[in-house]
């Protein structure tokens, strides 16, 4: 199942970060939503075995999880190849030139090598937890989930960031795309140490 969702993952991850440079940024939410609540419907249905199908337990749950993501895939990919909008893409522009290839590696291989960090770290925390039993590991997955709230609008402030910045060094403004960075770091900082300072006052409240 993890392969399967391979390919959904990465183009869910490609769309999801390209639609807010078109300042569309509810976009991703909207369809996310939805996705969730297949998600959340699916689950219910697939893991119980309600209406006519059959209760299909774990299995169940990794069906309507697949299925949720790729249709976010297709909602995106409809929207971002409407010619109806002023912003779209075209198949023919999508095809790999010398001219956009090199910048664009030159530009994405820091943060290719930051993601590999990131991700190998997971990987690597994900291989220990899987040697707990699994009361452990389900408890280790909540968490995470609860935990993944306390960034998510640093994660929003970087987004914005990123379209607002680039906007403004597209129309030739260097000025106001430092004083977005400089404004977005103030943000995404202050929101850092507001949560760090959460966590360390009520840690013991913490069950």
């Known amino acids: 199942m993890d392969l399967a969702q391979y390919p959904s993952n990465v183009s869910l ?14 976009t991703p939410m909207k369809i996310t939503l939805t996705a969730n609540l297949i998600n959340i419907v699916g689950n219910y249905i697939l893991i119980k075995g309600l209406f006519f199908f059959s209760p299909l337990s774990i299995e169940g749950a990794a069906i309507a999880t697949l299925v949720a993501r790729w249709l976010s ?25 010398k001219s956009i290839f090199e910048p664009l590696f030159r530009i994405s291989l820091p943060g290719a090598v930051e993601q590999a960090l990131i991700q190998g770290s997971f990987i690597a925390v994900n291989v220990i937890i899987s040697t707990l039993d699994t ?20 994660v929003g402030i970087s987004i914005a960031a990123a379209t607002l910045t680039g906007k403004a060094l597209g129309e030739n403004d260097p000025e106001t795309a430092y004083l977005t960075g400089k404004r977005s770091t103030f943000l995404g900082l202050s929101w850092g140490i507001f949560m760090a300072a959460m966590f360390l006052i009520f840690l013991n409240l913490w069950p």
Do not use: G
């Open 13 to 26: 991850f490609f769309i999801c970060c390209h639609t807010p440079r078109f300042r569309h940024t509810s």
């Open 135 to 154: 009361t452990s590991e389900a408890a280790y997955r909540i968490l995470i989930n609860l935990e993944s709230i306390s960034y998510m609008p640093a």
């Open 73 to 97: 895939v297709v909602m995106f990919a409809v929207i971002l190849l409407d010619q109806r909008r002023k912003v779209h893409l075209r198949f023919r522009d999508m095809l790999p030139t």
